[in-house]
């Protein structure tokens, strides 16, 4: 796997004029792999928008290798770069401790007579939060506890005390606008989580790491990165 970074030219507008809504910058990461499109292969690509040093970048995970011309498409030249992923997961070790960062779209499913359940997206800080730490041990690993309280994007006071230990904050929430072809527009939540996690499982939480967490993964959501605490 490669888990691939192009910086967005946001000082150019004529050239990200399109990305308007995130079926456009799905668009851009699809047609970052173009031995697929011609090879009528469509694989899975996790990706998230990322707020780094004032700057935003487009980050990928993918089984092939993108082109990288291809995606500095909407990027400053000379951005883009690719890294062996697996060499990354072949690394990591069962009880290990991480920092990690997660764009997620954190929902729950209604019962409905006679139906499926109907899926909601999680409007208030703690649900959101408890979206993930419900979700840990099946995704292989546990959030750490801190003695520091959490902090959360708009200062919601909602938390309760058991959230509050866990060494996890929410660092922004919006409502970015999805716009499918021949559609209606909707918007959807979008939450962006850090924090410091133990592995519990090294199968399913490199499972997680490569496939992703919640729903609308090929619109921004479900990526976790992580990186080893100092």
Request: proline content about 4%.
């Amino acid at each position: 796997m490669y888990l691939s970074r192009v910086q967005i030219d946001t000082n150019n507008r004529r050239k990200i004029k399109d990305l308007t809504h995130l079926g456009a910058y799905h668009n851009w990461v699809e047609q970052s792999f173009p031995n697929e499109i011609s090879g009528h292969v469509r694989l899975r690509h996790l990706w998230r928008i990322d707020q780094l040093g004032g700057k935003q970048y487009l980050l990928v995970l993918s089984a092939d290798k993108p082109d990288l011309e291809q995606l500095e498409e909407y990027g400053v030249p000379g951005t883009a770069a690719s890294k062996d992923y697996d060499l990354f997961l072949q690394g990591l070790s069962l009880g290990e401790t991480l920092n990690f960062r997660l764009t997620a779209n954190p929902t729950h499913s209604v019962p409905q007579e006679g139906q499926r359940g109907r899926v909601y997206p999680h409007v208030t800080v703690r649900h959101q939060m408890e979206w993930l730490v419900q979700r840990a041990p099946e995704a292989g690993f546990r959030i750490n506890e801190s003695s520091a309280p959490a902090i959360v994007a708009d200062g919601a006071k909602d938390v309760d005390k058991e959230l509050n230990r866990l060494a996890f904050n929410l660092v922004s929430r919006d409502q970015p606008i999805l716009r499918h072809k021949g559609m209606h527009v909707v918007r959807v939540r979008r939450v962006t989580y850090e924090g410091v996690l133990t592995i519990t499982d090294l199968d399913k939480f490199k499972q997680t790491l490569t496939n992703g967490l919640g729903r609308e993964k090929a619109y921004g959501m479900g990526l976790m990165t992580v990186i080893p605490v100092k």
